[in-house]
């Protein structure tokens, strides 16, 4: 089996209630991955257009409001699919950090303020390794925070008193430190700057080599998914608009989203204005008919605002859900 992860047809929205009256955010909606093992896979798009909700149900973690309407995650564990979604709590903890890691948005919140690091450490070591002394799990974390290049001594600060990147690596060494098979991150390098946000980029490279696993990395930044994704999806109001090879992506992107994502990108000695894409995400609560992106879309034509474009290969290894391309050219006729 290839892939390590799947998800089927996903359907989870947020059902809001305020003041008596119920709305549908529709966050994730009708999407399908197929992710292998052993790559780094991209997933973008603008904020609010869902990746970090998919990240959530990636890892099986659906509190409401967020409900899963249809559709199911598969984990390939010991050569078998199991469904993420009917394990119980048990399972669930057994599987987490020892098969599928989450690296959230902002280190703190993975750390406890009022502990030191070393604490944080072996207390989680502790609750997931049996029949180890807390000597030998020291020695353990030691271990593995060399592997990583981070000196062991780190572990007497309080989060507080580390730097945002320095943080952030520790995080990281956290999620993977039970080896994890997947490792879901969530915009790992938000709010840092540019020197700590290549330190943290490296050290999840050498993370992914190391364990050769797979890393599943949301972030809005497509010059972060050029430098380390293999293969990458764009997300555009809750759907999956485009996927492919990074390489394909950047060199052919085929989705006229995709393109403003590409070319609202700076280039190094080209000084005309860059170009986005026009007006702002629909709403998820009422979205528009058709293809989400008919409004802002350039290229749209009558049937893009009354028919949903169906995601389709165009090639070996490349998707898109656009009426301009692939078998869905035929509808446009
Ligand atoms: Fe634009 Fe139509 Fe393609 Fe949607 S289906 S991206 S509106 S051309």
């Known amino acids: 089996m290839n892939e390590v992860l799947k998800a089927e047809n996903l359907q989870v929205f947020y059902v809001l209630e305020t003041l008596g009256e119920k709305r549908i955010a529709k966050a994730v909606h009708g999407v399908n991955l197929q992710i292998p093992g052993n790559e780094v896979y991209g997933i973008a798009g603008e904020s609010g257009c869902g990746k970090t909700t998919l990240l959530k149900v ?3 973690n659906i ?3 967020l409900r899963a309407f249809e559709g199911r995650v598969y984990y390939c564990v010991n050569d078998k699919y199991i469904d993420a979604f009917s394990l119980s709590a048990r399972e669930k903890r057994e599987l987490r950090w020892t098969y ?3 690296i959230p948005q902002g280190s703190m919140s993975a750390f406890n303020p009022v502990k030191k690091l070393k604490v944080t450490f072996l207390d989680f070591l502790e609750s997931h390794v049996r029949g180890k002394d807390r000597e030998e799990l020291l020695s353990l974390t030691n271990h593995h925070l060399k592997t990583l290049g981070l000196s062991p001594r780190i572990l007497d600060a309080y989060p507080h008193q580390l730097s945002g990147g320095m943080r952030q690596r520790v995080a990281i060494a956290l999620s993977t430190l039970l080896k994890p098979r997947i490792i879901l991150a969530d ?6 700057d540019v020197v700590a946000q290549r330190a943290v980029l490296q050290l999840m490279q050498d993370v992914q080599k190391e364990l050769q696993n797979t890393i599943v ?3 809005h930044d497509m010059g972060i998914h050029a430098n380390i994704a293999t293969r990458m999806a764009i997300m555009y109001a809750g759907k999956i608009m485009e996927e492919g090879s990074t390489e394909d992506i950047f060199n052919h992107p085929l989705h006229p989203y995709t393109q403003y994502l590409i070319h609202s ?8 204005p860059r170009e986005s ?3 702002s995400p629909p709403s998820l609560v009422e979205p528009p008919p058709g293809c989400l992106f008919h409004p802002r879309c350039p290229q749209a034509f009558p049937l893009c605002s009354q028919e949903v474009p169906e995601l389709v290969r165009v090639n070996i290894d490349h998707k898109v859900a656009c009426f301009l391309r692939g078998n869905n050219r035929a509808s446009c006729s």
């Open 58 to 60: 990636l890892f099986a």
């Open 63 to 65: 509190e409401p409001p």
């Open 100 to 102: 599928i890691s989450y």
């Open 187 to 192: 915009e790992p390098t938000t709010a840092l």
């Open 217 to 219: 990395l949301v972030t």
């Open 265 to 272: 990108l700076p280039k190094i000695g080209d000084k005309t």
């Open 277 to 279: 894409a026009p007006g």
